[in-house]
C-alpha cells in the first residue's frame, strides 16, 4: 500500500507532503480545485511519461516521491528481489524531470530504466477512470472481464496459441496448394519439355565436348596440308630445319676438338636435331592416320543443330540446356513431393484443430461455470447499488457452425434488466451512465483478489449518481476498503462520508501565483466539508445537522 507521497514543484504544488493508512481515503475540492494532480503526480512516480511542462513555473525540475509497503504484496517483493532492489525500509520509487525534459528514475535509490519503473508500478497501483466503464460496453471488455473473475487468462492464452498455431498450418497449405496448382497447370509442358530434353541424353559439358569433335571433323583438309608443309620445312626442303641442324652439329663436333667448353652448346644442337626429327616423324603419322569421316561429322552436325534450336527455343545458351534439363525433372518431382507434403500438413492441421478443440471445449465450460458465479454475484450487488429488482447474466453464445476464433468458441455478451419486470436486453442498449458506473464498480469488486494487499484509485467513478445510490457505492468503496487501501475522488458527500481519511484539495493564490493546498480533515473539520459538498457556499445550521447525522451514520 501507499505509505507517504512527496511532491515538489510539480503543476500548481509547491511542495506537499502526505502521508496515508489503509482504508477508503477520500479526496474532495470544488470543481477546478486540482484533486487529479495528486493522481498525475503518483502516476509519474509509478513510470508514466512526462513532459517538462509538467514543472511548476519558475522551477528548474520537480520531484516526487512514492514509499509503499509491500509486506503483503509478495508479486511486488518477488519482483525487487528478482532486481536486486528488494530493501527492508519498503519501496521507495523517485522520479525526477527537469526543465529540459530529462527524466530520471530511482527505486531504493538505485538509478533504472522508466520501464522497470513502469513494470513496477502496474504491480502497485491500479487506476480506475470515470470513463472506465465504458470498457463494459465492448466484447471484448466483456471477455476479458468475465476470464479475469474466473482466473482463465492462463487457459485463454493457451487457446489463442493453439488457434494461432492451427492458422499458421492452414496458411502454410494454402501457400503449398497454390504452388500445387501453378506446378499442375505447368505438368503438360513439363512432360513435353523434359521427354524432348531428354531425347538428346546430355551429360555435363557434352556441348563443348561436341563442338571441339566438329571443328576436327570440319577442318581435316586444312590440317593435313598445313601438316604437310611443316614437315616439308622441317625435313624435305633443300634447306630443311633437321639438315640444318645436321650440318651445324657436325661442324661444332669438329670443333669441341679444340675446346671442350663448346660441348654443352653442342649437346644441345645435337638434342635438337633429334627432336625435330622425331616432330617430322610424328606430323609423318599424324598425315597417315588422319583419314576423314564424313558421317561423324554429319551426325554431329545434326545433334548440334538440334541443340541449338532447343537452347534459342528456351531462351538460354547451349551449356544451359542440361541444368534447364535437370530443372525440370525437379519440378516434375516437386508435383509428387508437394502431394506428400499437403497430405502430411492436413494431418498436422486435424492434429492441431483437435487439440485447439481440446482446450477451447474446456475453456468453455469454465466460462459456463464462471459466468453462473459472476451472474448471481453481481445481480447481488445491483440490488445494494440501487438497482432493486434489476437482474445481471452473462450470455455466452456459440460461434456460427462451432468456428474456432482465437478468443474461443463463443461470443460472451453482458445483459442486464435495471428495472423489475423489464426483460434482459444487452448492457449496451439499456445501460445509463451511473449504472455503467455501479456495474463497473461491482464487476472491480468482485474481480479482486483478497489474498493481495492492492491499492486502488477510483477518479471519479460516481459521476452521475447521488443520493442513496452514491450511498451505496461509498459503503462498498469502505468494505473494498477493510481488504485493499482505496483512493477516492468525488463529488458525492454520500461517498465522502464513509472516509476512513480525508483530503479537500483547495486552489488559491499566493504572491502572484496560483497554488494548491492539500489538507487533511479531521473530526468537524470533515463535517464542514460535507456540509460544503451538500449546501454549496452557503452553509446553514441544517445543512451542518445534515453533515453531522451522515457522518454519525457512517461510523455505527
Known amino acids: ?9 510539480f503543476a500548481l504544488i509547491q511542495n506537499l507532503s502526505l502521508d496515508f493508512t489503509t482504508g477508503l481515503v477520500i479526496f474532495t475540492g470544488e470543481t477546478g480545485a486540482g484533486k487529479s494532480i495528486i493522481i498525475d503526480a503518483l502516476a509519474l512516480a509509478l513510470g508514466k511519461r512526462s513532459e517538462a511542462s509538467v514543472i511548476r513555473e519558475g522551477s528548474d525540475k520537480c520531484d516526487i516521491t512514492a514509499i509503499f509497503d509491500v509486506t503483503h504484496h509478495p508479486a511486488a517483493a518477488r519482483w525487487l528481489h528478482t532486481q536486486d532492489l528488494l530493501r527492508q525500509e519498503g519501496c521507495i520509487l523517485r522520479r525526477s524531470i527537469t526543465r529540459d525534459g530529462r527524466s530520471k528514475s530511482f527505486i531504493n535509490g538505485v538509478p533504472i530504466p522508466l520501464q522497470l519503473l513502469r513494470e513496477l508500478g502496474f504491480m502497485l497501483v491500479t487506476l480506475h477512470g470515470q470513463h472506465d466503464h465504458q470498457h463494459l460496453l465492448q466484447t471484448e471488455g466483456q471477455r476479458q472481464l468475465l476470464d479475469n473473475f ?3 487468462t492462463p487457459l485463454r492464452r493457451e487457446v489463442k496459441a493453439c488457434y494461432q498455431h492451427f492458422c499458421d498450418l492452414k496458411k502454410k497449405l494454402e501457400e503449398d496448394q497454390t504452388a500445387h496448382q501453378h506446378l499442375l497447370a505447368q505438368k503438360e509442358f513439363l512432360l513435353f519439355q523434359t521427354q524432348e530434353l531428354s531425347a538428346l541424353a546430355l551429360q555435363a559439358h ?13 577442318y581435316r583438309h586444312e590440317l593435313v596440308e598445313g601438316m604437310q608443309t611443316i614437315i616439308q620445312t622441317l625435313d624435305e626442303d633443300e634447306r630443311a630445319i633437321t639438315a640444318a641442324l645436321q650440318n651445324i652439329t657436325n661442324k661444332l663436333a669438329h670443333f669441341i676438338e679444340y675446346d671442350e667448353k663448346l660441348l654443352p652448346a653442342y649437346k644441345l644442337l645435337e638434342s635438337a636435331a633429334i627432336q625435330a626429327k622425331e616432330a617430322a616423324s610424328e606430323l609423318h603419322h599424324f598425315i597417315q592416320n588422319a583419314e576423314s569421316d564424313p558421317q561423324q561429322l554429319e551426325k554431329i552436325n545434326d545433334q548440334l543443330t538440334h541443340i541449338y534450336d532447343l537452347a534459342r527455343k528456351h531462351h538460354v545458351g547451349p551449356n544451359e540446356l542440361f541444368s534447364l534439363h535437370r530443372a525440370f525433372l525437379e519440378k516434375l518431382s516437386a508435383l509428387e513431393t508437394h502431394s506428400l507434403e499437403m497430405h502430411a500438413r492436413e494431418t498436422e492441421i486435424q492434429t492441431a484443430l483437435s487439440y485447439y478443440q481440446e482446450k477451447a471445449t474446456l475453456l468453455s465450460f469454465k466460462r459456463k461455470e464462471t459466468a453462473k458465479k459472476l451472474t448471481t454475484l453481481i445481480t447481488k450487488y445491483m440490488q445494494k447499488l440501487g438497482m432493486k429488482g434489476g437482474k445481471f447474466e452473462v450470455i455466452l453464445q456459440a460461434n456460427p457452425d462451432n468456428l474456432p476464433t482465437a478468443s474461443g468458441l463463443e461470443k460472451i455478451e453482458f445483459w442486464v434488466s435495471t428495472n423489475p419486470g423489464s426483460s434482459l436486453q444487452p448492457l449496451a442498449k439499456v445501460a445509463s451512465g451511473g449504472e455503467l458506473s455501479r456495474l463497473s464498480l461491482a464487476l472491480i469488486v468482485v474481480g479482486l483478489s483478497n489474498e493481495l494487499k492492492m491499492t486502488l484509485i477510483f477518479d471519479e467513478i460516481d459521476t452521475g449518481i447521488g443520493g442513496a445510490t452514491a450511498a451505496c457505492v461509498g459503503e462498498l468503496l469502505k468494505q473494498l476498503g477493510n481488504q485493499h487501501q482505496i483512493f477516492c475522488i468525488t463529488h458525492a458527500p454520500q461517498v465522502a462520508v464513509f472516509s476512513q481519511q480525508h483530503y479537500v484539495v483547495t486552489k488559491k493564490p499566493f504572491k502572484n501565483k496560483t497554488v494548491i493546498s492539500i489538507q487533511e480533515l479531521i473530526a468537524e473539520e470533515k463535517i464542514q466539508e460535507i456540509a460544503r459538498m451538500l449546501g454549496g457556499t452557503q452553509i446553514t445550521a441544517s445543512t451542518l445537522q445534515h453533515a453531522k447525522e451522515m457522518v454519525t ?4
Open 206 to 218: 557434352e556441348v563443348e565436348k561436341l563442338e571441339k569433335d566438329q571443328k576436327r571433323l570440319a
Open 150 to 152: 474466473g482466473q482463465l
Open 553 to 556: 451514520l457512517t461510523t455505527l
Open 1 to 9: 500500500m501507499l505509505t507517504h507521497l512527496s511532491i515538489q514543484n
